[in-house]
């Protein structure tokens, strides 16, 4: 399939697949989608809230991203770490990786000013799969080059990033199969954001033992979604 490289309404970068219609971030901007959805309503609140984690705690968050896509939520996430010393464990799972060719295009450590941090870029994609790589002292990456459904996960994840391409393009992702799989990885005060707020998806959560928060979305879309794990939910 097609892959082009566009430029979203904050100044980023993203990528879109013309035979299916579908964008990899939102359009209104790719980097400020990524930071409300998965960093404000995701890291923060783990760090804040459920867990009571502080900078500097050597406790670590394990992060759960489905569809590591252009790098950009790992990114943000390792700067996170950088910035509030937060010890993070981040797996990330990518059925099918961006082409290198479009990655070296891609403009989000200019965007973010973060030069110093280009070859951490560089390295969220060309580092091996299957094989946990310390970016820094505070962010260890791994990466699993396989479909969701034939993971077996060996951890228990405090916040799980829901990237996956949307309902219309990846029904299968959306199902009751997968966010069963997905409550019974997710350890108790964990919770799972997603930029999709959808009824049947919402819905679907709360069948599998989620509590679902309707959360305001990023520009250019109204709602996202915070579904969590609550303590008596084993």
Sequence with gaps: MQTKLIITADGSH????????EHYHSVHGAIQESNHVFIGAGLNKIITGN?????????????????????????LTFMESAKLLVNIEYTAIEAYPVNIDLVRQLNYVEQLD???YTDVFNLIHSSEWEKPLALSKHFT???INKKLEET????????????????RVQPEMWGEEIFTKLFHVIAPGGC??????KGEVKRTLKRVGFSVETLQGPPGKREMIRASKVTNLQ
């Design 141 to 143: 990456l791994f990466k």
């Design 192 to 197: 799972l954001v997603s930029y999709c707020a």
């Design 14 to 21: 993203s990528l879109f697949i013309e035979e299916l219609d």
């Design 152 to 167: 077996i996960f060996k951890t228990k994840f405090d916040l799980i990033y829901f990237d996956a391409f949307g309902p």
């Design 114 to 116: 973060s030069m110093a």
């Design 51 to 75: 867990l009571g984690l502080k900078s500097g705690k050597a406790t670590a968050i394990n992060i759960l991203e489905i569809g590591l896509g252009t790098g950009l939520n790992a990114f």
